[in-house]
T-cell receptor, first 114, second 113 residues
Framework: DVKVTQSSRYLVKRTGEKVFLECVQDMDHENMFWYRQDPGLGLRLIYFSYDVKMKEKGDIPEGYSVSREKKERFSLILESASTNQTSMYLC?????????????FGPGTRLTVT | AQSVTQPDIHITVSEGASLELRCNYSYGATPYLFWYVQSPGQGLQLLLKYFSGDTLVQGIKGFEAEFKRSQSSFNLRKPSVHWSDAAEYFCAVTTSGTYKYIFGTGTRLKVLA
């Protein structure tokens, strides 16, 4: 089974802090994703990576950056956290586009910015 | 515009009753359709998927879904709901050649004992 782990289940940070959310997968998947989940809005894609050091912006990249130095690890960075970034953050992985398409999700990190 | 609509935000059913969760999509290309379930405090788990072929697909936990191209729908069904099915359910669509998914806003299922 694919295992996707996220470094923290719950995180509380102060406004202006730099925040790192880590995602690690053990199935050698090429694609990794960061989503934000908010009530009534579903999942919105922040960033996508299809290979080491490769990234593409999703639908809501503002205020976020990402890093993928190793295939198994994909980090989401909030450069200067703001209260409107309080949300549930979900990491996902998948095989390359053109394969099975299904995504595998981590348990999520619930971030609160005060 | 591409979109996925789940018209029911909340649904409440009694344990043992049948269930149908609605999903309608608007997508220009041939859709690949998915249903995911999210238990409280957890990530999303794939229930089932449709790429092509038989329009009635079976998934895990006794769920099934039917793809109806003429109605642009992919409704999720279960003949007898268990208390453990209480969760949030998401419909999603993608297509060949893209990494992007479009997710619906979710339907939260409550099961009465």
């Amino acid at each position: 089974d694919v295992k996707v782990t996220q470094s923290s289940r719950y995180l509380v940070k102060r406004t202006g802090e730099k925040v790192f959310l880590e995602c690690v997968q053990d199935m050698d998947h090429e694609n990794m994703f960061w989503y934000r989940q908010d009530p009534g809005l579903g999942l919105r894609l922040i960033y996508f990576s299809y290979d080491v050091k490769m990234k593409e912006k999703g639908d809501i990249p503002e205020g976020y950056s990402v890093s993928r130095e190793k295939k198994e690890r994909f980090s989401l960075i909030l450069e200067s956290a703001s209260t409107n970034q309080t949300s549930m953050y979900l990491c996902a992985t998948s095989l390359p586009t053109g394969s099975t398409y299904e995504q595998y999700f981590g348990p999520g990190t619930r971030l609160t910015v005060t | 515009a591409q979109s996925v609509t789940q018209p029911d935000i909340h649904i409440t059913v009694s344990e043992g009753a049948s269930l149908e969760l609605r999903c309608n999509y608007s997508y220009g290309a041939t859709p690949y359709l998915f249903w995911y379930v999210q238990s409280p405090g957890q990530g999303l788990q794939l229930l089932l998927k449709y790429f092509s072929g038989d329009t009635l697909v079976q998934g895990i936990k006794g769920f099934e879904a039917e793809f109806k191209r003429s109605q642009s729908s992919f409704n999720l069904r279960k003949p007898s709901v268990h208390w453990s099915d209480a969760a949030e359910y998401f419909c999603a669509v993608t297509t060949s050649g893209t990494y992007k998914y479009i997710f619906g806003t979710g339907t939260r299922l409550k099961v009465l004992a």
